[in-house]
């Protein structure tokens, strides 16, 4: 008895005309990543480690970062990641 009562209060909730129509967002066709004028530190009153870093990664390409240690390669995939927020610039993926 109680699982026909469930049932019918959830046939209920199911039933209901939505008063609005749901908000659908379009995606994209293409999903490159572009970085402008990029600028980022670690700490607020920190020096710079990124400077005006632009970095175009069209969909399907294939990238190398490449650099010593410590040159920021790890920092710009975290960037993109949203790991750590930029100091300045965009990043649009």
């Not at 046939?11 to 749901?22: A, C, I, K, M, R």
Request: proline share 8%; charged share 15%; glycine share 8%.
């Amino acid at each position: 008895m109680f699982i026909t009562a469930s049932i019918k209060r959830i046939h209920n909730v199911l039933s209901v005309t939505p008063l609005y129509e749901p908000f659908i967002p379009t995606i994209p066709n293409t999903f490159g990543i572009e970085m402008a004028h990029i600028d980022f530190r670690y700490e607020e009153d920190g020096p710079d480690v990124l400077e005006n870093i632009n970095l175009s990664l069209p969909e399907g390409s294939f990238t190398a970062l490449v650099g010593p240690s410590g040159s920021g390669k790890t920092t710009i995939v975290n960037l993109i990641a949203r790991m750590w927020e930029v100091t300045d610039g965009v990043i649009t993926i």
